[in-house]
């Protein structure tokens, strides 16, 4: 990985993944499974509106799938 003014770039392509769930605590067992599944970072895990959940993951298009 190369530093370049104060930002970490990566040789891997990034990716971000997105799940809606319209369960609240659903969503929260999810968000768990999918960060412990593979090696991504958990970018958002709000409620959205009352019974919808959004879970977003970033990282290396690979990991994101399988987490997804």
């Not at 990985?1 to 067992?29: F, R």
């Not at 991504?40 to 987490?67: F, H, R, T, W």
């Amino acid at each position: 990985s190369v530093l370049v003014t104060g930002v970490q770039t990566c040789a891997l392509p990034i990716s971000i993944g997105l799940v809606e769930l319209k369960s609240t605590p659903i969503g929260i067992q999810t968000a768990d499974e999918m960060v412990k599944a593979a090696n991504v970072e958990l970018v958002l895990a709000n409620p959205v509106c009352p019974g919808k959940y959004m879970i977003v993951v970033s990282g290396d298009v690979g990991a994101v799938k399988n987490s997804v």
